[in-house]
């Protein structure tokens, strides 16, 4: 009977490894802790850089687990993520968590979510205050996408009083709108720890709602009973319990039960864990509020506004923390997107590869702008309405159209000094000091200007500076080409026999013809300029107009 029970713990132990599978390496980390002078409670920075690490395309599914102070709740945040230790586990009757807790390793349920394991500080320790309890236990409820309700032996009318937390739920937390408060509660599992107790045929499920029926007694202290039952069922509309026996016999090993080997523990607590573990795995829902889900970015934002509420002393709003987390991630996907598309523009067209021809500058201007304008709607889809994601999509333009405006510019002033420093080069050789022949002078320029063209492309300025150039040398060549062919008695000889040997005719209308077509080309690119100029100035005066009027709405 034996083989065939660790057979099966095997079985069932390796179908959950595969589909609920934390990373190696993890450790717990406070998430939020209390100052012991001023009792504030605060979000811990280790926690801030766990959460934002975490892949903002992946919701996260939030466990916390909550109950009174030495009932094995670190025991049981171990089990979830299939070890023995991790949490702290201690023997002695002090609480050995202190604030929240949480697993430093995302436990993957499937490839689009994360589950975050979070553990609390025992409640009704005689070293806290019951407003702390309180504050704490209503952070874990707000935080949840399933909330685990840890306690030892069966459920009683003390086991109820435990509870009268809850019965305060309805007047520490605010919706925001007419909705039930049960919409945006987490389930509900309630596991009765060291459980042998006799059921009488019913489930664990069927004992739980049977203890949650009214008493008719109508005494003072079951009608104070009552109405923490009566908020159980209101604030959990998905309820379930667990029974799991004792993890071992003897009593010296249940003090040190993290030490001793799963496979020592008692096989009847095995399968009841495993059973436990199992249908956290079914019933994990990834964390929503009003079917916005939560990636762990969101995740952090969110304790952060409730922490700030309890600090306040505040009753936290869920639907005022959501508008807040909602702005606070669309920031950030923004700011991402944008320093995305920044850095690839610097990689493609940074100082050390400027200039940039004009085509190739559209050419990775528009591939880069769709590239993360489609990863910015992408990620805001899941949060935002249609409307709302024309607007901030309106947003990311104008500041993609801000710096590429600036980009612009550099890549300006980079052609500019390409060009004349390229073509300052060329000019070098072009004059000797005696004056050459006619059709070697005229041949010198054909080359000087094919050599401009080929190697000055990539500026965007290449023929304003050339036309610049010539305009401050044109009378001075056009007085040496004369004088050059006076001197030579108009012998067309020489031109005709060099013509005859070169590959190329070179005359002087040839090179009229070639700085004309270079003057054409100079004429089309000034016209561009001069048009993109316009639609620059015609865009910012209508920015303009906009802000205006907005301004003025505002002020009405």
């Known amino acids: 009977m034996d083989a065939i029970s660790k057979a099966l713990d095997k079985k069932i132990l390796s179908t959950l490894l595969s589909n609920m599978v934390p990373e190696p390496g993890g450790k717990p980390i406070p998430l939020i802790s209390i100052d012991e002078k001023s009792g504030q409670f605060e979000v811990d920075p280790q926690a801030m850089v766990f959460l934002e690490s975490l892949p903002r395309d992946k919701k996260v599914a939030v466990v916390a687990i909550a109950g009174p102070y030495r009932t094995g709740k670190s025991f049981l945040a171990n089990r979830l993520l299939n070890q023995s230790s991790g949490f702290e586990i201690g023997s002695t009757t002090q609480a050995c968590t202190k604030g929240i807790w949480m697993w430093n390793k995302p436990v993957a349920i499937s490839e689009e979510v994360s589950m975050l394991l979070i553990d609390t500080e025992g409640l009704a320790s005689t070293e806290r205050s019951t407003n702390v309890d309180i504050k704490i236990f209503t952070l874990s409820v707000l935080l949840a996408s399933l909330f685990i309700y840890n306690q030892m032996g069966p459920i009683t009318e003390n086991s109820i009083e435990d509870l009268s937390l809850v019965a305060n739920l309805s007047s520490l937390i605010r919706v925001g709108s007419d909705d039930d408060i049960k919409h945006y509660f987490p389930s509900f599992f309630w596991v009765m720890r060291d459980f042998y107790h006799d059921l009488e045929g019913r489930t664990p499920k069927q ?242 200007l094919r050599d401009y063209q080929e190697q000055g492309g990539q500026s965007c300025l290449q023929w304003e500076v050339l036309a610049h150039a010539i305009s401050g040398h044109e009378d001075v060549i056009k007085r040496e080409l004369v004088d050059e062919l006076e001197k030579q008695g108009k012998d067309m000889d020489a031109v005709d026999e060099y013509n005859a040997s070169s590959p190329t005719v070179v005359t002087t209308e040839n090179f009229l013809d070639l700085l004309q077509t270079y003057v054409e080309a100079l004429c089309e690119q000034m016209t561009e300029q001069l048009q993109r100029l316009k639609i620059v100035q015609t865009e910012r005066l209508q920015q303009e107009r906009r802000l205006t009027l907005t301004k003025k709405a505002n002020e009405q």
Not at 298 to 322: D, H, I
Not at 363 to 374: A, C, P, T, V
Request: some cysteine; glycine content about 4%.
């Open 207 to 448: 004992y739980l709602e049977d203890c949650l029926q009214e008493n008719p007694r109508l005494s003072a202290d079951s009608l104070k009973k009552n109405k923490v039952r009566g908020a159980i069922v209101q604030c959990f509309k998905e309820r379930e319990c667990f029974a799991l026996g004792r993890p071992v016999a003897e009593e010296v090993k249940l003090a040190h039960v993290e030490t001793v080997p799963w496979e020592s523990l008692r096989p009847e607590f095995k399968r009841q864990a495993l059973h436990l573990v199992n249908t956290v795995g079914k019933k994990l829902k990834p964390k929503a509020i009003a079917g916005k889900h939560l990636n762990g970015s969101m995740f952090l934002q969110l304790a952060l506004e409730y922490t700030e509420a309890l600090n306040s002393k505040e009753a936290p709003t869920v639907l005022t923390a959501l508008d807040r987390v909602i702005q606070a991630e669309t920031v950030k996907v923004c700011d991402l997107a944008f320093h995305g598309f920044r850095d690839e523009v610097e990689q493609a067209m940074g100082e050390e590869t400027l200039p940039v021809a004009m085509k190739e500058f559209h050419k990775i201007e528009r591939r880069l702008s769709d590239k993360y304008q489609l990863q910015f709607q992408r990620q805001l889809a899941s949060i935002l309405s249609f409307a709302d994601i024309l607007k901030e999509t309106h947003k990311f333009k104008e500041k993609i159209r801000e710096h590429m405006t600036v980009k612009y510019q550099q890549n300006y002033s980079a052609s500019y000094h390409f060009s004349k420093g390229l073509l300052t080069s060329l000019l070098k050789d072009l004059k000797k000091d005696a004056p050459p022949p006619i059709h070697e002078y005229l041949s010198q320029w054909q080359s000087l």
